[in-house]
């Protein structure tokens, strides 16, 4: 039994992981080499890997979408960079309006244009911070959303993911809150009524036992008569 319950633990915690990583912002240090628009077909599973900004997109079969083209320095987990190394990376640029994930992404336009006047080449490098959400996945064509970019003077700048450290942050101190809580909750509340079960139990059961005693005595009774 505890196999299973470490099964479904392992499993609830990593699909909390997925959904977070891919949720959460994430920031790249790269340059911009060319930025296009392709249409894409939206009629198989990996819908879902696309906004939906609208209400129409539900019902569309494919659409427009604009890329940006990069070169981005490789990293490490949390942010940190290795030295040297670069590898190709393209984000696609779509609103994410109202829905999930939450970032009111609204100014596609603006963020294709503000990308345009960053291309560089690699004899004279303009470097950028670009801020996304999403993952890459070459095999399933799955593009990371870019939600904003910023020039930046070199390619060695750290970027301190300050909204992720606020957000795990708020999240401990909730749950920890929040198991503060349901603890004094059931202790006053919980607690009580199941001990009151529990004596109303064994009080129903001792009147059973006494009842069961008397009709055995008077049983017995008879069968001396």
Known sequence: MSYVKWTIRIVVWTALFA??????PQHDVVRVVN???????????TRVFWAHPDDQAAGLVNRDVQFIQTVKK??????????GGEEPMVYRN???????????????????????DLRSTKEAPQWAV??????????WSVFPNAV????????????IPW?????????????LFIRAAWRQFRERTIDPMVDDAGENWD???????????????????????
């Open 19 to 24: 959904l977070g990583h891919y949720t959460l």
């Open 148 to 159: 904003a970019i910023r020039p930046v003077a070199s390619p060695d700048v750290r970027v």
């Open 94 to 116: 779509e609103d994410t309006g109202w829905s999930w994930p939450f970032y009111f992404k609204f100014d596609t336009a603006n963020l294709q244009t503000e990308a345009d």
């Open 203 to 225: 009080s129903v059961s001792q009147s059973v036992r006494e009842r069961k005693g008397r009709i055995r005595r008077w049983l017995d009774t008879w069968r001396g008569k």
């Open 130 to 139: 670009m801020t996304h959400y999403g993952w890459r996945n070459e095999l």
């Open 74 to 83: 490789k990293t490490w987990l949390l942010g940190f960079y290795r030295t």
């Open 163 to 175: 909204f992720n450290i606020f957000f795990f942050v708020f999240l401990i101190v909730a749950l």
């Open 35 to 45: 930025t296009y628009q392709e249409r894409q077909d939206l009629g198989d599973w």
